[in-house]
């Protein structure tokens, strides 16, 4: 194992910067979401992930220090605003709280995997330690306070089968050949409605207060986006006779008062968004009924188009921080 006095690799100097992109970002929407909440408990968890989260961003910056890199600019206290109007009510905070820390033990799963020096390990393990224990306090509590909706129950299986023919994965013709859900689909079903339904409240929200225009009209378009996925997601159970409920998560209020700036808000939509690519390619990987994953392939495929503009977006108005470049030879040699 390499030691801390061999200088970071190109895998590392790109985990980290992107690290310490989404985590200041977590540590502003966190500072608002306290300043509003009248929830204690709520308060307690966002709270103390603050105090971690903060600790590793000194971390990732004293890291970046000792190898002499710049540090990155990231988001910073003038993109929040904590005079700002409650703008989410009923449970948001901590239900968009859940939603960052599955994408967060995704990407830590992957840092790890380019990690080699001990010091950029050990910000992961605790990164993924302080994570999953959030995840679960925030689920706990959702489910205390009936915010969060359980996935489907089904009857349990008392034999082991296996496939014997293709027509399992036959599910276009609307009679007699499509086969009920199996449990994973249902799953995949289920996380994809949870996550798109707090997107849609997230994204309203933003919509109401942005002050670009056409970050407003983006913001507008990613709205639709969601609710097409839900009713692809919902018809797709409901067809199969499988009841799901979900509850919003959140209501909106009427406030126009921003309090993210348009950068923030950009930036967390086109993060969100690559999650929900991500996902998008697992459900049709895990899915093996051919009409799933028919439907899951276009809707990845509008969800990088969408995610493709908003890139676009955050470009043209200087809100893309450029990621850490190797040297150009060709352009040094020229010279």
């Known amino acids: 194992m390499l030691e801390t006095n061999n200088p970071l690799s190109t895998s590392e100097v790109g985990t980290l910067w992107l690290t310490y992109q989404e985590k200041t970002m977590i540590l502003r929407i966190l500072e608002y979401f306290i300043e509003k909440s009248d929830d204690q408990e709520a308060k307690n968890i966002m709270g103390g992930l603050w105090q971690e989260l903060n600790f590793y961003v000194m971390e990732i910056k004293a890291i970046f220090e000792k190898d002499g890199m710049v540090i990155p600019v990231g988001l910073r206290k003038e993109d929040v605003n904590l005079e700002a109007p409650k703008l989410y009510d009923y449970g948001f905070d901590i239900m968009f ?38 995840y679960k306090l925030s689920t706990l509590f959702l489910l205390k306070k009936g915010i969060l909706t359980l996935p489907p129950n089904m009857t349990m299986p008392k034999t082991v089968g296996f496939v014997k023919s293709d027509r399992y994965m036959k599910g276009f013709k609307p009679f007699g050949d499509k086969r009920s859900l199996n449990a994973i689909e249902v799953g995949i079903l289920h996380h994809g409605i949870e996550t798109n339904n707090i997107g849609m409240q997230l994204i309203t929200g933003f919509a109401q207060c942005a002050e670009n225009k056409k970050v407003k009209k983006y913001f507008v378009k990613g709205l639709e986006l969601a609710k097409k996925q839900i009713q692809t997601f919902e018809e797709i159970l409901l067809e199969a006779n499988v009841h799901f409920a979900a509850t919003s998560g959140s209501i909106v209020t009427n406030s126009t008062v921003a309090p993210f700036s348009d950068k923030l808000m950009m930036y967390c939509v086109c993060l969100l968004n690559g999650f929900g690519l991500v996902g998008g390619s697992f459900g049709s990987m895990f899915s093996l009924r051919n009409d799933i994953i028919m439907k899951m392939s276009l809707i990845s495929k509008d969800v990088y188009m969408y995610g493709h503009e908003g890139l676009e977006l955050m470009m043209n108005n200087g809100w893309f921080e450029e990621p850490p470049q190797l040297e150009d030879r060709p352009r040094i040699i020229n010279r």
Do not use: F, P, W
């Open 97 to 134: 709280l859940r939603i960052l820390k599955e994408l967060s033990m995704g990407l830590y799963t992957i840092n790890m995997n380019m990690a080699y020096r001990k010091d950029v390990m050990a910000v992961y393990e605790g990164l993924t330690s302080v994570t999953q224990k959030i």
